[in-house]
Nanobody
Framework: QVQLAESGGGLVRPGGSLRLSCTPS????????VGWFRQGPGAEREFLAA????????YNYNAVTGRFTISRYGSQTTVYLQMDHLKPEDTAVYYC???????????????WGQGTQVTVSS
């Protein structure tokens, strides 16, 4: 099992920025990939980005349109999602998840954080 501690959500005005953090713990050796997902009001959960233990990343560019960046540094366990130029349609609960493969489908992510609310509003 992998536990995931998320932070960084909050209320931000359109055009603003937020940086989300996700710190996995537990059996991270078997789940070296961390992905970010979101679920807006009345919407399906959608994949945003994921990163593996080597720093390779994949993005759902249809969702983030180049405004989001996923990162991790060296041997640090924390994974970040930098979100810039935020729009009201970015309002959602954002989740991080630990998985075994650098893939976009949620079926490869077995452990999920509790979610952090991001609200973009003027």
């Amino acid at each position: 099992q992998v536990q995931l501690a998320e932070s960084g959500g909050g209320l931000v005005r359109p055009g603003g920025s937020l940086r989300l953090s996700c710190t996995p713990s537990g059996r991270t050796d078997t789940s070296p990939v961390v992905g970010w997902f979101r679920q807006g009001p009345g919407a399906e959960r959608e994949f945003l980005a994921a990163i593996d233990q080597y720093g390779s990343a994949v993005y759902n560019y249809n969702a983030v349109t180049g405004r989001f960046t996923i990162s991790r540094y060296g041997s640090q366990t924390t994974v970040y999602l930098q979100m810039d130029h935020l729009k009201p349609e970015d309002t959602a609960v954002y989740y991080c998840a630990a998985g075994s493969q650098l893939l976009m489908s949620s079926r490869w992510y077995n452990n999920w954080g509790q979610g952090t609310q991001v609200t973009v509003s003027s």
